[in-house]
């Protein structure tokens, strides 16, 4: 660590960027006591279970018979062996190692030689898998791994209402990918609420969408919650004139607003749209200090009155939404890995432009007031 540099309070110094020691602060003190965006409930539907790795911990999501979300520890109460891989998976929780199998509860019910575990067969709920509190609002759901802390409702805010109406007629998983990014976590979130690197980094894909207006004031951020943003960009008027001329064919959808939006959910979840017909939903998972694995899905929603050429129409927008976030995905990777390399080297703080670079200043107070409420300071 480099002692000369003069700390700035509520701003990230380039050391936590990179520090071993501060990747291991933040998976044991910041990401257990927030909610965690784990996943997406229609993905929990028809008896499937999801394994997931917040943080340091490996999770096993499913749906109890009253169709709420359940997060247990990924791990046997038997031998301890782990139950699943990261992903989907149909059908009951069933161990690997011995069959025992678990019910929506988490409580072991089959169990092989079940003469052999007395204790377990008299009382199996004393067995059940351990679990973590687990909440969802419309589609999405969250983990605290830390006992305590508050609702999800109160951690979220001003965001709650979003997610809940965004919700609204998601119908199913468009596309969806994993991948890393060798970028710090940080890096990565923070790349993604800024627009100033658009004309240096996307000038092959960005100029060539015309649906957003380009007036210079367009953008407006929402700062006024303490862990989340979101900014709102209008939409061009000529977009949402073809759109409001093809209603008749494409039809109607749950939740019609004439601008793109961003928002970020603290610390690890960003959800994108342009106009509700579909939501870009990101997971970020910090694998390293500098290695970062992105989780994206585009979610569709459900059209009332469409006809067939409606239909193919909105595939044919979404075939190419499909191929616009794959390119600046790529593009991303690629500057954030940049970044990453200077971090390392950097013997100052980062310089924040007033207006176009707000929201990455809000980020980097979050996380300090995060950092600071959980007795960690970053690094300096």
């Given at each position: 660590m480099n002692s000369s540099i003069e700390s700035i309070p509520d701003r990230i110094p380039p050391q936590a960027y990179w520090l071993k020691e501060q990747h291991a602060q933040e998976l044991t003190n910041?990401?257990?006591?927030?909610?965690?965006?784990?996943g997406l409930m229609l993905e929990l539907q028809g008896k499937m279970h999801y394994g997931v790795r917040l943080g340091e911990t490996e999770l096993l999501l499913q749906a109890d018979t009253q169709g709420h979300p359940r997060a247990f520890?990924?791990?046997?109460?038997h031998?301890?062996?782990?139950l699943c891989e990261p992903g989907l998976h149909k059908g009951p929780i069933?161990?690997?190692?011995?069959?025992?199998v678990f019910d929506r509860e988490g409580i072991p019910t089959g169990i092989p030689q079940k003469k052999s575990f007395p204790m377990v067969t008299a009382d199996p709920e004393r067995f059940r898998l351990k679990e973590f509190s687990c909440e969802a609002v419309g589609q999405f759901v969250f983990v605290r791994l830390s006992p305590q802390g508050p609702c999800l409702r109160e951690y979220l805010g001003n965001q709650y209402e979003f997610l809940e109406r965004a919700s609204s007629g998601m119908n199913g998983v468009l596309d969806e990918f994993q991948e890393d990014v060798t970028a710090n976590w940080k890096v990565v979130i923070e790349n993604s609420l800024e627009g100033y690197h658009v004309p240096a980094v996307h000038n092959r894909t960005f100029g060539q969408i015309d649906g957003m207006s380009q007036e210079e004031q367009a953008p407006v951020f929402f700062l006024d919650d303490p862990l989340h943003t979101h900014l709102e960009h209008t939409a061009n008027p000529d977009w949402v004139a073809r759109f409001t001329r093809l209603g008749t064919k494409i039809g109607q959808w749950p939740w019609r607003f004439e601008h793109y939006t961003h928002h970020l959910i603290?610390?690890?979840?960003?959800v994108t749209?342009?106009?509700g017909y579909s939501f870009h939903v990101q997971r970020f998972d910090p694998i390293s200090a500098s290695r970062t694995r992105v989780h994206s899905r585009t979610i569709g929603v459900g059209f009332s009155n469409s006809t067939e050429v409606g239909a193919k129409m909105m595939e044919r927008i979404y075939s190419?939404?499909?191929?616009f976030t794959h390119k600046v995905f790529s593009e991303d990777g690629e500057i954030c890995n940049k970044i990453q390399q200077g971090v390392q080297q950097a013997t100052q703080y980062a310089v924040l432009g007033q207006g176009i670079e707000d929201r990455v200043a809000h980020f980097q107070r979050a996380y300090c007031f995060a950092m600071k409420k959980n007795n960690?300071?970053?690094?300096n």
């Open positions: 910041l990401f257990p006591q927030a909610w965690l965006f784990a520890l990924n791990v046997c109460s031998r301890h062996a782990k069933r161990c690997p190692y011995h069959s025992w603290f610390p690890n979840l960003t749209s342009f106009m190419d939404s499909h191929d960690m300071q970053p690094s």
